[in-house]
């Protein structure tokens, strides 16, 4: 489990666009905020990835960078990119569960034909421009994600008051 205030694990990624992305070459002016999500198969993951494209602006405004990443296969996670109306949002794939692990992650067996064999279930990553975790909230289950505009408070008291990272005892 990676504790806030710690270095991130390097992150690199092929996205839907067929370009690369790298946590390492990020240069956000406050943050990087990745989402980890289950995958086409995921209801709650379209309805959240839908909510994150229409905030897009709000969080560029705060100076933080977007990726959404899964790990789906290239083919499933350009289905959905299109299936869901996502243009613009940086969409990877092909995660491994093994680098899921690495970023505490939890790894589900699909128990229906709609999932994969295996899949990553949804975390949210606030990074800070030292490339360190800064906040984490990380689910075994689809449901009890945070909200976006709860996210977005939270950037903004950040911000606003200088509040440190918390959770590194």
């Not at 198969?41 to 379209?46: E, N, Q, T």
């Not at 999932?115 to 975790?133: A, H, M, N, R, S």
Request: aromatic fraction near 12%; glycine fraction near 6%; proline fraction near 6%.
């Amino acid at each position: 489990m990676i504790k806030p205030r710690e270095k991130a694990p390097e992150l690199k990624i092929n996205l839907v666009n067929d370009t690369k992305w790298s946590l390492s070459e990020q240069n956000p002016e406050n943050f990087t905020l990745i989402i980890f999500y289950r995958g086409l198969h995921c209801p709650v993951c379209k309805k959240q990835l839908e909510q994150l494209k229409k905030k897009m602006n709000d969080f560029t405004e705060r100076g933080v960078n977007l990726i959404s990443i899964s790990a789906d296969s290239e083919e499933r996670a350009k289905k959905a990119y299109k299936e869901w109306d996502l243009e613009s949002l940086p969409i990877g794939f092909e995660f491994s569960i093994e680098e899921g692990r690495k970023w505490g992650l939890f790894v589900s067996k699909g128990i229906s034909d709609k999932e994969p064999d295996t899949f990553l279930e949804p975390g949210l990553f606030l990074i800070d421009k030292d490339q360190k975790v800064y906040w984490q909230s990380i689910q075994s289950m689809p449901f009890g994600r945070p909200e976006f505009r709860d996210v977005l408070n939270g950037i903004d008291y950040i911000l606003k008051e200088g509040y440190p990272a918390r959770g590194e005892a």
